[in-house]
């Protein structure tokens, strides 16, 4: 606070002074106490035993009767309304909407907050992603490519030599056995699994295995050590014949019994139609005819369904991971470990080394990802396998694994266009067509944005962006909307998500949800880095349904979008405050201004966009309009958006005081939310101050602040576990803020009860104080019996009460509160809490024979 702006003596109307800089807190309310016994003595004085005048004084009219009792009714009124006034600036700044969806939940917000926070921190932001590919690599002579696009074989027998590597390498996933013999059995079997799984592998696996029992059993006289038959046992199959031309070709003389048959089928090209169960019965009729096996390949989803659950379809599970890496770290440090000279560590000393490199914290955050889908453990293994032998350094094997979840969004959004582009124009349902293509896209943008929310928020959320995808892409038309194409388990499968059950807050109460996230914390990053930075088209309706989003009255929903959209705008900056900070911090309701003053703090987390987020605040309160004071003073609740704790109460002061209080609410809200932070003394000696103040003001605003500080509960201003004093009250949010600081930081006490007992003695504060006290004192317990707070009240109490006026205050508002006919307080707990507050060391004779 400036030397100008404060006094040399509070003003008449002050606050009585609740604590000096010598701690005299004591003194300071005797001699309040001593004040008023003397106004009680004079006022005896100047009146007889029947309370009249006494004779000596000089009689009246009647006219200064009537002048006195006007003055008292003025005095009143105006004491009425300053007590109304200051109520006023009590209120809660986020119930002002009165449209949908109502007022906005602070503790569900900040409940929500942290949670979104994780999936964006430790250098997993989309600022510090790291933009490097590492697609291929040379690791000593070999030569590894991880792009699932690659050209492939359309048709034709597969070499010896792949089977040959497939037998050393395939790593069988779980219920290979079960594949085996369906395949066995029925001579043909739908495969549906996500694109990269492995599917291929595995397929072809079963193929050889088949096939060679086959041969075998015909005594044909292949080698299946070698791999070398008179004929190709297995043959990949053109994809654009389909199974029909495949159950055609089997019936000719051309067909060579004891073959296997891989057919790839892509049904979401346009004019695919899935075969169906009779083209099916037809093909594997046509396999045993010539003693012959088929595996038909497929991606899960909705058009793939009729096929699976048909009698041919399983699902194919993945490959173990620990599993699949092990095995491809063996490979590699076999191929050089034939070639080291001699000394040199062996394969089990380099693959241990391998393995504990994995191990390691940055490399495992690097990485990302749960699980590992074949191509990126053969690229992981790589890598591990060039540093232990020296050929990759460190940083390159970071950048490398960095790579691995780049790589999968990148793959995930290419090709979307090129497949609509084919669609024809003037075929019927084109448009329900391109909508089940935007789909997966919006899914997985949808779980970048709100992973950790319940699976129906973010499935409702990814088919408002379908819309919005699609209308950018054919604006002339209307989208259709498929209704019943939804596949949850195609969803999880195809953007490597999962599926938990949680709890989600709903008006308040906590329910149970499925709760959705990716598998791998690089997944969301990788995706909004390449949808932002790569698919610069696509930023437009992105904008629009974060706009949407930010309306809607879910915490779950809006706050995980503030901070997505909060990291987007660090990717750039000036087309995300234009498009979203700017418009969104003006507007007219809470939500939306409070949504962009957490995208302001979410940038504000980047050192590189730190002093540009504290030059914008800064002039927002100090220059801006009404909305934009509003929004500022939500951004520097968060601690973030000012250099020092003394700049951010500073700029919070303004704000406060400014057009006679108007931003008062706001303004003191987020003072208290400073409270969670590390720096909670210095605030309370800040509030002090303002209750010093010449200016009545600022003195409302330390008053107004006392008394929310009595009303406000931890998880109303816990939006930061990690950084906060109170961070392992998590799981008891529900506390009273001032209770949860005088348990834990017993050096805030004081501060606190000299603050609380300033506003219980001011006169316009005193209404709202008290019932501010009483709130606090039910909030001992919880409705279960079960204890909540109170270690606070016992350490906060004694010390609020520590003069007889104090505590018959507190015996008035007891009494009161046991009078309450729509919630009365038990005899025995007002008891409890009168002890709380009278410590056997300070309790009179006459409490300790009475209670």
């Keep these: 606070m400036s030397d100008e702006e404060q006094a040399d003596g509070p003003p008449d109307n002050a606050p009585p002074e609740a604590v000096d800089r010598d701690g005299g807190r004591g003194k300071d309310r005797e001699k309040e106490r001593e004040r008023g016994g003397d106004r009680e003595k004079r006022g005896e004085k100047e009146k007889g035993k029947d309370g009249k005048p006494s004779p000596e004084e000089p009689k009246d009219d009647g006219n200064s009767d009537r002048e006195s009792d006007d003055d008292a009714d003025e005095k009143e009124s105006e004491r009425e309304r300053a007590a109304g006034r200051f109520r006023e600036h009590t209120r809660n700044p986020l119930a002002e909407e009165q449209g949908e969806g109502g007022a906005t939940s602070l503790a569900a917000a900040s409940r929500t907050h942290g949670d979104a926070r994780q999936m964006f921190s430790s250098g997993r932001d989309l600022h510090s992603f790291d933009r490097t590919h590492i697609g291929r690599a040379h690791i000593g002579d070999t030569y590894v490519q991880l792009d699932p696009r690659r050209a492939g074989m359309r048709s034709g027998p597969v070499p010896a030599e792949e089977l040959r590597r497939l037998r050393r390498a395939h790593v069988a996933p779980d219920g290979y056995r079960r594949l085996r013999n369906a395949l066995t059995a029925r001579r043909l079997l739908v495969l549906g699994a996500a694109p990269g799984t492995g599917r291929t592998s595995t397929a072809l696996s079963l193929l050889d295995d088949v096939t060679n029992s086959e041969v075998t059993d015909a005594h044909t006289g292949s080698d299946p050590d070698t791999g070398t038959p008179s004929e190709a046992r297995v043959c990949r199959v053109d994809p654009d014949g389909g199974v029909r031309h495949l159950a055609d070709s089997l019936g000719g003389e051309e067909a060579r019994p004891g073959t296997g048959y891989l057919l790839e089928l892509s049904l979401n090209r346009p004019g695919v139609l899935p075969p169906d169960e009779i083209d099916l019965d037809r093909l594997a009729a046509a396999l045993a005819g010539c003693r012959s096996f088929a595996v038909v390949v497929v991606t899960v989803g909705s058009a793939a369904n009729p096929l699976l659950a048909g009698r041919y379809g399983m699902l194919c599970p993945p490959a173990p991971t620990q599993e699949l890496l092990t095995t491809r770290l063996r490979e590699r440090l076999d191929d050089r470990a034939d070639a080291a000279a001699e000394g040199s560590p062996s394969t089990t000393e380099l693959l241990a080394r391998a393995e504990e490199l994995a191990e390691r914290e940055a490399v495992r955050d690097a990485v990302g990802l749960e699980d590992l889908r074949p191509a990126e453990a053969e690229l992981y293994a790589a890598l591990l396998a060039g540093h232990v032998l020296g050929s990759v350094s460190y940083e390159e094997l970071l950048a490398g694994c960095r790579s691995l979840a780049a790589e999968q969004a990148q793959e995930w959004f290419a090709g979307v266009d090129r497949a609509l582009a084919a669609l024809p124009d003037d075929a019927e349902g084109t448009n329900g067509r391109a909508a089940a293509l935007f789909h997966p896209v919006a899914f997985r943008i949808a779980l970048a944005v709100l992973g950790g929310a319940s699976h129906s928020a973010v499935a409702a959320a990814a088919h408002l962006l379908t819309w919005e995808l699609s209308v950018q892409s054919d604006p002339d038309n209307t989208p259709a909307r498929p209704l019943f194409c939804d596949d949850p388990d195609s969803d999880l499968a195809l953007s490597r998500a999962r599926l938990k059950t949680g709890r989600v807050e709903v008006a308040g109460a906590e329910v149970t949800a499925r709760l959705i996230w990716y598998r791998g914390s ?330």
């Design 522 to 851: 690089a997944l969301p990053g990788a995706v909004l880095t390449e949808v932002w930075d790569r698919h610069f088209p696509a930023r437009a309706p992105i904008v629009r349904w974060l706009r949407l989003l930010a309306d809607d009255p879910r915490p779950q929903v809006w706050m995980r979008a503030a901070v997505a959209a909060g990291e987007l705008c660090v990717q750039d900056f000036d087309h995300g405050y234009a498009e979203l900070v700017g418009p969104l911090a003006e507007a007219s309701t809470a939500r939306r201004r409070f949504f962009a003053a957490t995208m302001m703090d979410q940038a504000a987390g980047h050192a590189s966009h730190r002093k540009a987020v504290r030059k914008l605040v800064d002039d927002w309160g100090r220059h801006g309009t009404d909305s934009l004071r509003w929004s500022a003073a939500m951004a520097l609740g968060y601690g973030n958006a000012a250099a020092t704790t003394d700049d951010t109460l500073d700029a919070l002061a303004r704000i406060g005081v400014r057009d006679e209080g108007e931003q008062m609410a706001v303004a003191s809200l987020n003072v208290v939310r400073l409270l969670a932070l590390p720096d909670g003394a210095r605030v309370l000696r800040r509030m002090t101050d303002w209750t010093r103040h010449k200016l009545v003001t600022y003195q409302d605003l330390g008053l107004v602040t006392a008394v929310r500080l009595m009303v406000t509960s931890v998880d109303e201003v816990l939006f930061d576990a990690a950084g906060s004093p109170l961070g392992d009250l998590r799981d008891r949010g529900d506390r009273p803020l001032s209770l949860a600081l005088a348990a834990s930081r017993p050096e805030l006490v004081r501060p606190m009860a000299d603050l609380m007992w300033t506003a219980l003695n001011t006169a316009r504060s005193s209404d709202v104080a008290m019932d501010a006290l009483e709130s606090l004192l039910r909030s001992a317990v919880r409705e279960n019996g079960s204890e909540r707070a109170r270690p606070g009240l016992a350490a906060l109490l004694p010390v609020l009460m520590a003069g007889e006026q104090d505590r018959r205050r507190l015996d008035w508002l007891l009494r009161r509160m046991m009078n309450d006919p729509e919630n009365r307080l038990p005899d025995t707990k007002a008891r409890e809490l009168w002890w709380l507050a009278a410590p056997p060391r300070d309790r009179t004779g006459e409490e300790e024979r009475n209670g």
